[in-house]
Each structure stands twice: as C-alpha cells, then as structure tokens.
C-alpha cells in the first residue's frame, strides 16, 4: 500500500493565529513530500518540495517565511502558515513519493479558514 | 502554450458507457504518466501510472500513451455512477527537480444512473 495521512482534516482559525498541518506516510518511507494547495474549481499549484533533512524548495511567489516547511523524518513534513489571513484560505494537499520512485501518493486534504 | 493541456469538461455520460479522457503536452521530456481521480474535497487518488509509449490496463481502466503525438488518454469502461469525479492527467521526466509532476487542469466526469 502507499497511504499518506493528513491532520487536521480541516481547521477554522482566526486571522493572526498560525496553523500547522501533518503529513505522515504511514506504510512507506518518503524521501520527498510535496506540499500543494488548491483553490476551489482549480487544480494543483505546487507550493514547495520537502526533501527529508534538507531544506525545502519553494516555488516561484510562495513565501518561505509565510509557509514554513519541516521535513523531520522519513515520515512526516509539517507545514505551517504563520500570521494566517483569510487570503490563505484554501485547500492544502501534500503528497510523498517512496524512495527511488516518482509517483505521488496524496493525503486527503486539509481544508483552512482563516476568519 | 501551456506544457499540458487537458479539457476541463464538464463531461456527463450514461451508465455503462465508454468514457474517453484525454490530454496533450509539449514538452517532449516527459517519460512518465500519470492519471488521478479526485473526488470534490478530497485529495488525487492514483489510478494509473504508464512509462514511455504504450498501453496499459487495470481492470476497467486504460491508459495510453503516444509519445510521438505527445497525447495521452484513459479509458474507463462500463462507466459508473461511483466514478463520477475530477480526472487529473500529470507527468514528469528524470531531469525534473525531485520529480515534480505537471498537472493538467482537470477533466470534471458525471456518469449519470
């Protein structure tokens, strides 16, 4: 199996606060993770990639100061928005590829809502 | 031009119909090929994943690819209701950093009972 696990599944939080979203690959060792987001009727705009141990690569217009990246263990990767604001609201999807591999596997999502 | 193109639909078809998704890219790179389905408000789920030129089959499923057309399709058959969902065509190539994939925008499928 390759299942990749989120928490929260969904999070409410008031503007100014930071939220921090998991991603755990829990059968499979995941040398990379990829976190993305996703506006409603869109597709997947990729906002960094996490490789474990090593700081993560932020694509062009992503603040890395804004989305904080820690990819700890071969397991898990951590995504924080920091000083949320409403405009952050949105659908955060990270996904992990099993070492020497290239296929995605993705989490279920969390959805944000910064008031 | 952007590097994949997918038509984002909506497609609605009856049950039990053959159901044809399709995208074409530009860049020539790409080896690897990958479908998803994405249900509204959940994350892709990998369906198919092909390399190179050729056909592949899984269960109700088909993925082709011509690398020399630059198009790729999956073919879902005796479609149903359950598969109504979002279809996403994505590719990559060894020299893409950490094998990042480019997504197409999606094709939105309804499978009408």
């Known amino acids: 199996g390759a299942v990749v696990s989120q928490h929260p599944s969904w999070v409410i939080c008031k503007s100014g606060t930071s939220v921090k979203i998991e991603c755990r690959s829990l059968?499979?060792?995941?040398?990379?993770m990829f976190w993305y987001r996703q506006f409603p009727k869109q597709s997947l705009m990729l906002m960094a990639t996490s490789n474990e141990g090593s700081k993560a690569t932020y694509e062009q217009g992503v603040e890395k100061d804004k989305f904080l990246i820690n990819h700890a263990s071969l397991t898990l990767s951590t995504l924080t928005v920091t000083s949320a604001h409403p405009e952050d609201s949105s659908f955060y999807i990270c996904?992990?590829?099993?070492?020497?591999?290239?296929?995605?596997?993705f989490g279920p999502g969390t959805r944000l809502t910064v008031l | 031009q952007k590097e994949v193109e997918q038509d984002p639909g909506p497609l609605s078809v009856p049950e039990g119909a053959i159901v044809s998704l399709n995208c074409t890219y530009s860049?020539?790179?790409?080896?690897?090929f990958m479908w998803y389905r994405q249900y509204s408000r959940k994350g892709p789920e990998l369906l198919m994943y092909?390399?190179?030129?050729g056909n592949k089959e899984d269960g109700r499923f088909t993925a082709q690819v011509d690398k020399s057309s630059k198009y790729i399709s999956l073919f879902i058959r005796d479609s149903q209701p359950s598969d109504s969902a979002t279809y996403l065509c994505a590719m990559t190539y060894s020299g893409a950093g950490s094998y990042q994939l480019t997504f197409g925008k999606g094709t939105k499928l309804s499978v009408i009972p």
């Open positions: 092909t390399y190179s030129s």
């Open positions: 996904s992990a590829s099993k070492t020497g591999r290239n296929e995605q596997f």
């Open positions: 059968d499979f060792q995941a040398t990379t």
């Open positions: 860049n020539s790179a790409f080896q690897y």
